[in-house]
């Protein structure tokens, strides 16, 4: 019944900016937690960031510094705000969900259950 959208993703240059949102539907009740996955032509899914249903954030060393994870419950929507943009950077970025454990929620936590269609970044150098 949990719905994900992914929006906000495009090309940009090095050293750019994007914030991707992922608005969620058909939420039904409960805490769950949240993340954004990426996964590049030839290579594994790797998760980005997550965040816990009390608001704590975990990040992959990658992006440390530079992307920052945050949600707003009103708008029921995730957000990735991405700055310093790296070509390594370039990838569909997922946003997915996950109702167990939903205050233990770390960047290498395995088994979310929902998951959005993705949207493209590509960074350019």
């Known amino acids: 019944q949990v719905q994900l959208v992914e929006s906000g993703g495009g090309s940009v240059q090095a050293g750019g900016s994007l914030r991707l949102s992922c608005a969620v539907s058909?939420?039904?009740?409960?805490?769950?937690?949240m993340g954004w996955f990426r996964q590049a032509p030839g290579k594994e899914r790797e998760g980005v960031a997550t965040l816990t249903s009390a608001g704590i954030p975990s990040y992959a060393d990658s992006v440390k510094g530079r992307f920052t994870i945050s949600k707003d419950n009103g708008k029921s929507t995730l957000y990735l705000q991405m700055n310093s943009l790296e070509p390594e950077d370039t990838a569909m970025y997922y946003c997915a969900a996950d109702p167990r454990s939903p205050f233990n929620c770390p960047v290498t936590r395995a088994g979310f259950a929902y998951w959005g269609q993705g949207t493209q970044v590509t960074v350019s150098s």
């Open positions: 058909g939420y039904t009740g409960g805490s769950y937690c």
